[in-house]
T-cell receptor, first 113, second 113 residues
Framework: DADVTQTPRNRITKTGKRIMLECSQT?????MYWYRQDPGLGLRLIYY???????NKGEISDGYSVSRQAQAKFSLSLESAIPNQTALYFC????????????FGEGSRLTVL | GESVGLHLPTLSVQEGDNSIINCAYS??????FIWYKQESGKGPQFIID?????DKRQGQRVTVLLNKTVKHLSLQIAATQPGDSAVYFC????????????FGTGTRLLVSP
Protein backbone atom coordinates (compact mmCIF):
# COMPACT_ATOMS: atom_id res chain seq x y z
CA ASP A 1 0.00 0.00 0.00
CA ALA A 2 1.15 3.52 -0.77
CA ASP A 3 2.39 5.63 2.12
CA VAL A 4 0.66 8.70 0.71
CA THR A 5 -2.75 8.03 -0.83
CA GLN A 6 -4.75 10.47 -2.88
CA THR A 7 -8.40 10.22 -3.90
CA PRO A 8 -9.77 10.53 -6.47
CA ARG A 9 -7.00 9.71 -8.95
CA ASN A 10 -8.96 11.23 -11.80
CA ARG A 11 -11.87 13.61 -11.84
CA ILE A 12 -13.71 15.48 -14.55
CA THR A 13 -16.00 18.25 -13.45
CA LYS A 14 -17.73 21.37 -14.71
CA THR A 15 -17.04 25.02 -14.13
CA GLY A 16 -18.53 26.24 -10.87
CA LYS A 17 -18.64 22.88 -9.14
CA ARG A 18 -17.09 22.29 -5.74
CA ILE A 19 -14.36 19.69 -5.72
CA MET A 20 -12.47 18.07 -2.87
CA LEU A 21 -9.25 16.14 -3.24
CA GLU A 22 -8.28 14.01 -0.30
CA CYS A 23 -4.93 12.88 0.97
CA SER A 24 -4.05 10.44 3.71
CA GLN A 25 -0.65 9.24 4.86
CA THR A 26 0.72 6.40 6.95
CA UNK A 27 4.23 7.79 7.33
CA UNK A 28 3.49 9.47 10.64
CA UNK A 29 4.74 12.79 9.29
CA UNK A 30 3.58 16.06 10.77
CA UNK A 31 4.04 18.11 7.61
CA MET A 32 1.76 17.87 4.63
CA TYR A 33 1.62 19.79 1.37
CA TRP A 34 -0.48 20.27 -1.73
CA TYR A 35 1.26 20.96 -5.04
CA ARG A 36 -0.01 21.60 -8.50
CA GLN A 37 1.77 20.43 -11.65
CA ASP A 38 1.12 21.86 -15.10
CA PRO A 39 2.78 20.83 -18.38
CA GLY A 40 6.06 22.66 -18.84
CA LEU A 41 6.01 24.04 -15.31
CA GLY A 42 7.54 22.78 -12.15
CA LEU A 43 5.59 21.81 -9.07
CA ARG A 44 4.02 24.82 -7.42
CA LEU A 45 3.02 24.93 -3.78
CA ILE A 46 -0.64 25.63 -3.03
CA TYR A 47 -0.88 25.12 0.73
CA TYR A 48 1.12 23.49 3.47
CA UNK A 49 0.49 22.41 7.03
CA UNK A 50 3.04 21.70 9.73
CA UNK A 51 0.52 20.21 12.12
CA UNK A 52 -3.22 19.98 12.63
CA UNK A 53 -3.49 23.55 13.89
CA UNK A 54 -1.09 25.08 11.40
CA UNK A 55 -2.19 25.96 7.85
CA ASN A 56 -0.21 28.20 5.53
CA LYS A 57 -0.67 29.56 2.03
CA GLY A 58 1.81 28.68 -0.64
CA GLU A 59 2.62 30.41 -3.92
CA ILE A 60 -0.72 29.88 -5.63
CA SER A 61 -3.43 29.56 -2.98
CA ASP A 62 -6.08 31.74 -4.66
CA GLY A 63 -9.16 29.69 -5.53
CA TYR A 64 -8.19 26.87 -3.15
CA SER A 65 -8.78 26.02 0.49
CA VAL A 66 -7.54 23.19 2.68
CA SER A 67 -8.50 21.30 5.78
CA ARG A 68 -6.22 19.30 8.07
CA GLN A 69 -8.69 16.95 9.66
CA ALA A 70 -6.06 14.89 11.46
CA GLN A 71 -2.33 14.38 11.42
CA ALA A 72 -2.77 11.85 8.66
CA LYS A 73 -5.34 13.68 6.54
CA PHE A 74 -5.09 16.84 4.47
CA SER A 75 -7.74 17.75 1.92
CA LEU A 76 -7.72 20.35 -0.84
CA SER A 77 -10.94 22.04 -1.98
CA LEU A 78 -11.83 24.05 -5.02
CA GLU A 79 -14.93 25.96 -3.96
CA SER A 80 -15.92 26.90 -7.51
CA ALA A 81 -13.77 25.14 -10.07
CA ILE A 82 -12.62 26.98 -13.19
CA PRO A 83 -10.94 25.58 -16.33
CA ASN A 84 -7.50 26.98 -15.51
CA GLN A 85 -7.49 24.78 -12.43
CA THR A 86 -7.21 21.79 -14.73
CA ALA A 87 -3.95 20.22 -13.60
CA LEU A 88 -2.29 17.33 -11.83
CA TYR A 89 -2.38 17.75 -8.06
CA PHE A 90 0.05 16.14 -5.67
CA CYS A 91 -0.07 15.71 -1.95
CA UNK A 92 3.25 15.33 -0.16
CA UNK A 93 4.54 14.80 3.35
CA UNK A 94 7.77 15.42 5.16
CA UNK A 95 9.20 14.74 8.57
CA UNK A 96 10.58 17.26 11.01
CA UNK A 97 14.19 16.71 10.03
CA UNK A 98 16.31 19.42 8.53
CA UNK A 99 16.27 17.94 5.05
CA UNK A 100 13.82 18.94 2.39
CA UNK A 101 12.84 15.46 1.26
CA UNK A 102 9.19 15.21 0.33
CA UNK A 103 7.23 12.01 -0.10
CA PHE A 104 4.61 12.34 -2.81
CA GLY A 105 1.32 10.65 -3.51
CA GLU A 106 0.44 9.29 -6.94
CA GLY A 107 -1.39 12.42 -7.99
CA SER A 108 -4.97 13.45 -8.72
CA ARG A 109 -5.69 14.52 -12.26
CA LEU A 110 -8.45 17.13 -12.34
CA THR A 111 -10.14 18.35 -15.50
CA VAL A 112 -12.50 21.31 -15.31
CA LEU A 113 -14.71 21.72 -18.37
CA GLY B 1 14.64 35.87 -7.33
CA GLU B 2 14.14 32.19 -6.83
CA SER B 3 14.25 30.03 -9.89
CA VAL B 4 15.51 26.65 -10.85
CA GLY B 5 15.85 25.87 -14.52
CA LEU B 6 17.00 23.07 -16.76
CA HIS B 7 19.12 23.37 -19.88
CA LEU B 8 17.61 20.45 -21.81
CA PRO B 9 13.91 19.65 -21.80
CA THR B 10 14.42 16.21 -23.41
CA LEU B 11 17.43 13.95 -23.39
CA SER B 12 17.54 10.81 -25.53
CA VAL B 13 20.17 8.16 -24.88
CA GLN B 14 20.90 4.58 -25.75
CA GLU B 15 20.70 1.86 -23.16
CA GLY B 16 24.06 1.46 -21.49
CA ASP B 17 25.15 5.04 -22.09
CA ASN B 18 25.79 7.46 -19.27
CA SER B 19 23.25 10.28 -18.93
CA ILE B 20 23.84 13.76 -17.61
CA ILE B 21 20.94 16.00 -16.68
CA ASN B 22 21.73 19.61 -15.87
CA CYS B 23 20.08 22.21 -13.69
CA ALA B 24 20.80 25.87 -13.01
CA TYR B 25 19.68 27.56 -9.84
CA SER B 26 19.66 31.23 -9.00
CA UNK B 27 19.52 31.47 -5.21
CA UNK B 28 23.04 31.44 -3.85
CA UNK B 29 21.65 31.06 -0.32
CA UNK B 30 20.12 27.66 -1.07
CA UNK B 31 21.75 25.05 1.12
CA UNK B 32 20.20 21.80 0.00
CA PHE B 33 19.35 20.28 -3.35
CA ILE B 34 17.36 17.24 -4.38
CA TRP B 35 16.81 15.30 -7.56
CA TYR B 36 13.44 13.66 -8.09
CA LYS B 37 12.36 11.12 -10.69
CA GLN B 38 8.80 11.09 -11.96
CA GLU B 39 7.61 8.15 -13.96
CA SER B 40 4.50 8.39 -16.08
CA GLY B 41 1.36 8.35 -13.95
CA LYS B 42 3.24 8.51 -10.68
CA GLY B 43 4.34 11.06 -8.16
CA PRO B 44 7.93 12.30 -7.94
CA GLN B 45 10.32 10.00 -6.10
CA PHE B 46 13.47 11.01 -4.30
CA ILE B 47 16.68 9.96 -6.03
CA ILE B 48 19.54 11.71 -4.32
CA ASP B 49 20.29 14.89 -2.42
CA UNK B 50 23.30 17.04 -1.67
CA UNK B 51 24.06 19.75 0.82
CA UNK B 52 25.80 22.94 -0.17
CA UNK B 53 28.91 22.05 1.81
CA UNK B 54 29.57 19.20 -0.63
CA ASP B 55 30.39 19.20 -4.32
CA LYS B 56 29.74 15.56 -5.10
CA ARG B 57 27.63 12.75 -3.78
CA GLN B 58 27.23 9.26 -5.13
CA GLY B 59 24.42 6.79 -4.91
CA GLN B 60 23.67 3.58 -6.71
CA ARG B 61 24.38 4.36 -10.39
CA VAL B 62 23.70 8.05 -9.75
CA THR B 63 26.00 10.91 -8.91
CA VAL B 64 25.05 14.48 -8.16
CA LEU B 65 27.55 17.26 -8.73
CA LEU B 66 27.18 20.73 -7.30
CA ASN B 67 29.12 23.72 -8.59
CA LYS B 68 28.29 26.64 -6.35
CA THR B 69 30.53 29.02 -8.27
CA VAL B 70 28.29 28.89 -11.30
CA LYS B 71 25.17 27.74 -9.44
CA HIS B 72 24.91 24.52 -11.39
CA LEU B 73 23.67 21.09 -10.42
CA SER B 74 23.89 17.92 -12.44
CA LEU B 75 22.63 14.37 -12.16
CA GLN B 76 24.71 11.64 -13.74
CA ILE B 77 23.18 8.24 -14.34
CA ALA B 78 25.62 5.46 -15.17
CA ALA B 79 24.73 2.66 -17.56
CA THR B 80 21.31 4.08 -18.26
CA GLN B 81 18.52 1.52 -18.45
CA PRO B 82 15.05 1.66 -20.04
CA GLY B 83 13.62 1.85 -16.52
CA ASP B 84 15.38 5.15 -16.07
CA SER B 85 13.06 6.74 -18.63
CA ALA B 86 11.19 9.42 -16.72
CA VAL B 87 11.07 13.14 -16.04
CA TYR B 88 13.76 14.34 -13.68
CA PHE B 89 13.35 17.41 -11.51
CA CYS B 90 15.90 19.28 -9.52
CA UNK B 91 14.78 21.23 -6.49
CA UNK B 92 16.53 23.64 -4.18
CA UNK B 93 15.67 24.33 -0.60
CA UNK B 94 15.33 28.03 -0.01
CA UNK B 95 15.63 29.23 3.55
CA UNK B 96 12.48 31.22 4.10
CA UNK B 97 11.84 29.98 7.60
CA UNK B 98 10.63 26.58 6.49
CA UNK B 99 11.57 23.89 4.02
CA UNK B 100 10.45 25.61 0.88
CA UNK B 101 11.44 23.61 -2.14
CA UNK B 102 11.62 25.38 -5.49
CA PHE B 103 11.30 22.92 -8.35
CA GLY B 104 12.69 23.11 -11.83
CA THR B 105 10.54 22.47 -14.87
CA GLY B 106 11.91 18.98 -15.49
CA THR B 107 13.94 17.12 -18.11
CA ARG B 108 12.50 14.11 -19.86
CA LEU B 109 14.97 11.25 -20.23
CA LEU B 110 14.21 8.77 -22.99
CA VAL B 111 16.25 5.57 -23.03
CA SER B 112 16.23 3.49 -26.17
CA PRO B 113 16.99 -0.26 -26.05
Amino acid sequence: DADVTQTPRNRITKTGKRIMLECSQTKGHDRMYWYRQDPGLGLRLIYYSFDVKDINKGEISDGYSVSRQAQAKFSLSLESAIPNQTALYFCATSGRGNTGELFFGEGSRLTVL
Amino acid sequence: GESVGLHLPTLSVQEGDNSIINCAYSNSASDYFIWYKQESGKGPQFIIDIRSNMDKRQGQRVTVLLNKTVKHLSLQIAATQPGDSAVYFCAEKVNTGFQKLVFGTGTRLLVSP
